[in-house]
Nanobody
Framework: QVQLVESGGRLVQVGDSLRLSCAAS????????MGWFRQAPGKDREFVAA????????VYVDSVKGRFTISRDNAKSAAYLQMNSLKPEDTAIYYC???????????????????WGQGTQVTVSS
């Protein structure tokens, strides 16, 4: 198991940029695929982005492609979500999550992640 703590969420304006961080405890971070998910008010939690534990391959939901970038620093046991050109529809609680196994095809599968942070609020004001 790995404990995850998100940070960096805040109120921003349309078009602004924001970087979310996810700090992981433990010495096995490099063995985890890491993902970012979000949940807007009144909506289901959805996949945003993920990065594979060994290849570094990344996947994104179509609505954030070209605007968001996921990355990781195994030496710091951290994952990041750089968000640019933010829109009001990006307003949500953002969660980072980790899972230890699976093929690249499983990166988008929320149910495969078994380690979750508490979430950080991102609000984009117009």
């Amino acid at each position: 198991q790995v404990q995850l703590v998100e940070s960096g969420g805040r109120l921003v304006q349309v078009g602004d940029s924001l970087r979310l961080s996810c700090a992981a405890s433990g010495r096995t971070f490099s063995s985890y695929d890491m993902g970012w998910f979000r949940q807007a008010p009144g909506k289901d939690r959805e996949f945003v982005a993920a990065i594979h534990r060994t290849s570094g391959a990344t996947v994104y939901v179509d609505s954030v492609k070209g605007r968001f970038t996921i990355s990781r620093d195994n030496a710091k046991s951290a994952a990041y979500l750089q968000m640019n050109s933010l829109k009001p529809e990006d307003t949500a609680i953002y969660y980072c999550a980790g899972k230890r196994a699976g093929l690249l095809a499983t990166l988008r599968m929320m149910g495969r992640y078994d380690n979750w942070g508490q979430g950080t609020q991102v609000t984009v004001s117009s």
